[in-house]
């Protein structure tokens, strides 16, 4: 089992900066490859960004790219997903979640979830 935390949302207006965190305990976090998701109201959950288990492969959907950065220290079980030049359209929650045998970019590809972090950007 992995056990997801995250934090780091909040109200920010348009043009600023989050960092999100996501703390992993459990099994040997740095086996797992981690993706970070978002849902908005009445929407589905869609994908936004996912990272290797090594951290040497990145994907991101196109709507983030140039804007948001993931990365992970595996010494301190965390991966993190700094956003840069926030826009309305980015509100949501957001979730992190783990799978064993890498990267993904698909919902249904992953094991474990966390309870998911509140984004809200302002105009």
């Known amino acids: 089992q992995v056990q997801l935390v995250e934090s780091g949302g909040g109200l920010v207006q348009t043009g600023g900066s989050l960092r999100l965190s996501c703390a992993a305990s459990?099994?040997?976090?740095?086996?797992?490859?981690v993706g970070w998701f978002r849902q908005a109201p009445g929407k589905e959950r869609e994908f936004v960004a996912t990272?290797?288990?090594?951290?040497?492969?990145?994907s991101y959907r196109d709507s983030v790219k140039g804007r948001f950065t993931i990365s992970r220290d595996n010494a301190k079980n965390t991966v993190y997903l700094q956003m840069n030049s926030l826009k309305p359209e980015d509100t949501a929650v957001y979730y992190c979640?783990?799978?064993?045998?890498?990267?993904?970019?698909?919902?249904?590809?992953?094991?474990?979830w966390g309870q998911g972090t509140q984004v809200t950007v302002s105009s």
């Open positions: 990272i290797s288990w090594s951290g040497s492969f990145t």
């Open positions: 979640a783990a799978r064993s045998g890498g990267w993904g970019t698909v919902v249904g590809q992953y094991d474990y």
């Open positions: 459990g099994r040997t976090f740095s086996n797992y490859g």
